[in-house]
């Protein structure tokens, strides 16, 4: 949980972050876009909001 705390305090410095992480629900939550990747290939592209927001998302990746 720290470790989020300490990359939103560099982000909000104006500074980009990728954020590689297994926790999906917890990354998306602070992130401002999203990628999903199936097999090495990126699946899906949206900002974070969106497949937080997508029942298909939430239903295949965030375990809801």
Avoid: C, M, W
Wanted: charged share 30%; net charge negative; hydrophobic share 45%.
């Amino acid at each position: 949980e720290k470790i989020f705390e300490i990359i939103q305090s560099i982000n909000r410095e104006g500074k980009t972050v990728l954020l590689v992480e297994q926790n999906a629900l917890q990354a998306l939550q602070i992130a401002h876009e999203g990628i999903v990747l199936e097999t090495g290939k990126v699946a899906l592209q949206r900002p974070a909001r969106e497949l937080l927001a997508s029942d298909e998302v939430r239903k295949a990746y965030l375990g809801e």
